[in-house]
């Protein structure tokens, strides 16, 4: 799949926070056609940087979800260029049935923010290449921080956007963010069994399989503090990330979406319950 390939290039957008760490890697490969991984945010400065990098020869833009700090630049960055811009789908697709249902309840999800505006003008399927004389790329479809997130396979090395990330978990809300479907996305990572992780915010990961079994023991860690808490006494998400959490209070919002993502898989297998519909504020009890 790989040939003879340098280093990726990588453009740090200035958008750092608590979400975004330092800020969105955009990347760049090839050289006579060069591929942009993540345009990030809809900053003038960034997308010329990237432009200027590209040196008049980018082909291609993908975007690895649709997330504003990932894909707001692309529809400028692709009138700059002349580019496409490849993706799995709009802000809403790829989205279980549980996370459709809870959409049209009216849940709507928190942390970065969708990109609503965003529609690629080429769809990607699960396991589709894309090839040119100086690359190719594999598209992954990795739900589970958001429901149209693809990662990138690029011979041994992979972009994988947000699904994992080295300095922090990854933000897993309802109904962009499921947590089942994060399971089974860190499982076709290691699968792929790349040597190296790309990721959207932060360093690389130089021990994927490492990384991988860490985040997928941490989040079954936090879904025993949940059901032990909830034994105790019945609660709703905000409660519980004030129980469990120890985090600033700016980052409680996102670790109640954390909760909630758990909440809703727990009651997808029977775990616990709630009174009625199931909300961001609906009140759980462990079963």
Sequence with gaps: MSRMKKEPRCILAPNPSPLTGPGTNSFLIGH?????????????????????AGAGRISHI??????????????????MTGAPVLAFGG????????????????????????DMGFQPDILLSDGQEIETADWTLRALHTPGHCGNHLCFQWGDVMFCGDIVLGWSSTLISPPDGDLADFFRSLDRIEIAAPRRLLTAHGDPVEEPSARLAELAAHRRER????????????????TLAKRIYDVPPKLLPAATRNVLAHLVAL?????????????????????
Excluded: W, Y
């Excluded at 879904?223 to 905000?238: D, F, G, M, P, Y």
């Excluded at 009651?267 to 079963?287: K, P, Q, W, Y």
């Design 62 to 79: 993908f975007v690895t979800h649709a997330h504003r700090d990932h894909s707001a630049g692309a529809a400028a960055l692709a009138k």
């Design 267 to 287: 009651a997808s297998l029977g775990a616990v319950n709630c009174d009625g519909e199931l909300t961001a504020g609906s009140i759980f009890r462990a079963v």
């Design 91 to 114: 802000a809403e697709a790829g989205r279980s049935p549980i996370m459709q249902r809870l959409a049209s309840s009216g849940l709507v999800g928190g942390g970065e923010g969708l």
């Design 32 to 52: 006579d056609h060069v591929a942009v991984i993540d345009p990030g945010p809809d900053d003038p400065g960034h997308l010329k940087a990237i432009q200027q």
């Design 223 to 238: 879904t025993a503090q949940i059901l032990e808490s909830l034994r105790k006494e019945s609660a709703e998400a905000a």
